[in-house]
């Protein structure tokens, strides 16, 4: 029984997140209207979400699937890829698997947050796999809060 519970102390620790890393916990998406996509015509994004520490992993509930999602114009499949995220200040640095690039994730304190593309982000593998470079239109990106129960 003692080692039971010393066992059950060591998850808890090991699992448990950083304080900047748990103020971000959720799902934030942005859905671009028409509307939006005809003022910004150079931005290929029209969708993109970003799942923090929701959802049950792989291997069962404490692997917690931390990855971000985007849908483009011309490409209705909804690609993604899982990201490992460390605390550096009050942002976040999330690098994306399979050399998928590096976003920037800050709280802009208002149930949204900003999004900065550090230099690309590639959605989806291999030849099927759509890159966007950080330049104009593919910057920056503002998501909002949405239930957590809208990731998987």
């Known amino acids: 029984m003692k080692s039971c519970l010393v066992v059950a102390m060591g998850l808890a620790v090991l699992f448990q997140a950083p304080a900047a890393e748990a103020s971000f916990k959720g799902c934030y998406e942005r859905v671009y209207d028409k509307a939006y ?17 929701v959802g049950k992993g792989l291997d069962g509930p404490f692997e917690l699937l931390d990855r971000v999602d985007a849908g483009f114009r011309k490409k209705p ?5 899982l990201v490992g995220c460390k605390t550096e200040g009050d942002e976040l640095s999330c690098g994306i698997e399979s050399d998928g690039g590096t976003l920037i994730v800050t709280d802009r304190g208002d149930n949204s947050l900003r999004i900065t593309n ?5 959605f989806g593998d291999g030849d099927s796999a759509t890159t966007i470079k ?7 990106f503002r998501l909002f809060r949405i239930s957590e129960t809208a990731c998987p």
């Open 134 to 140: 950080a330049k104009g239109e593919h910057r920056e």
């Open 77 to 81: 499949i909804y690609r993604g890829n």
């Open 37 to 53: 996509l005809r003022k910004h015509r150079k931005q290929d994004l029209n969708k993109i979400r970003l799942q923090l520490g």
């Open 118 to 122: 550090s230099a690309y982000m590639r």
